[in-house]
């Protein structure tokens, strides 16, 4: 990588499929920094709601405690609204977001009224156990967003931030082995049908993403150069 953004006239929408620890927000963030594509995480925004208790964030706050799905309609509706601003114009990498069919069709709905689609779904493939122990011990820059493992990705110092030297970290309350459990079983039971679903419009990638996250980043890589031609 030689951290240069490209820059392309071409709209290119992605989406990372995955289950809770995948890898998906750490990818799209190196993807957003390569090409110049706009990360757009369902969860971020519902996190947002909720801080800002909005009506949406009122409802979405015990569900997203418990590891269940928001409502299609709530998700859909922050969608929509975060869809219509000015930034992700030239597309976006969508993560964590369709998790159901309705969310997956309505997407599709949504691109087609401006004449795009999903140029690439890449399944980030896991085995669910490993997927606990990369939740429980994830942590995440409260000033810049950046993404740290206890384990597999530690900052250079402990507690700072090495993309914005921020000491404020946090740790989101889902993130304990209990719900995690929780949101793995939703995913298995809403979101994997989603692989068949763009295996049959042959848009479907998967990718080994039990490698370490510079491998998993330069698969990833490789396909968006190709969606990019
Ligand atoms: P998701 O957005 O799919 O829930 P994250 O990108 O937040 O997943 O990753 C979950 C945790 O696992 C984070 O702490 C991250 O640093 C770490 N992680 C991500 N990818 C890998 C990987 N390939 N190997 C080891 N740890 C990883
Ligand atoms: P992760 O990928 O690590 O599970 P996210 O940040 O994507 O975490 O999601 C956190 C929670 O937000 C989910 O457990 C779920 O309750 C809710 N959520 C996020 N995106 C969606 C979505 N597209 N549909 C329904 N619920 C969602
Ligand atoms: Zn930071």
């Known amino acids: 990588m030689d951290g240069a953004t490209l820059t392309t ?31 757009l995480s369902t969860g971020d925004l519902l996190r947002a709601a909720v801080a800002a208790g909005t009506e949406a964030g009122k409802e979405a706050k015990a569900v997203m405690e418990s590891g269940g799905l928001v409502s299609d309609e709530i998700v859909l509706a922050i969608l929509k609204d975060r869809l219509a ?4 114009k030239a597309g976006v990498i969508l993560d964590g977001f369709p998790r159901t069919t309705a969310q997956a069709e309505a997407l599709d709905e949504m691109l087609a009224a401006s004449d795009q689609g999903i140029d690439a779904a890449i399944s980030l493939a896991v085995d669910d156990e490993a997927m606990v122990e990369r939740i429980s011990g994830r942590f995440t820059c409260g000033s810049c967003g950046e993404g740290y493992h206890d384990t597999f990705k530690k900052p250079a110092i402990a507690g700072t931030c090495d993309k914005c ?17 929780e949101r793995l079983k939703a995913y298995h039971a809403q979101t994997a049908p989603l692989i068949t679903y763009y295996d049959k419009k042959r848009s479907l990638t998967e990718i ?20 990019l031609g």
């Open 9 to 39: 006239a071409k709209t290119v929408n992605v989406i990372l499929l995955g289950p809770p620890g995948a890898g998906k927000g750490t990818q799209a963030r190196m993807l957003e920094e390569k090409f110049g594509l706009v990360q």
């Open 85 to 88: 601003e000015d930034d992700v």
């Open 165 to 181: 030297g921020g000491t404020d970290m946090k740790r989101r309350a889902d993130d304990n082995a209990e719900t995690v459990r």
């Open 208 to 227: 080994n993403a039990m490698a370490a996250i510079d491998e998993v980043a330069s698969s990833l890589e490789t396909i968006v150069k190709r969606v």
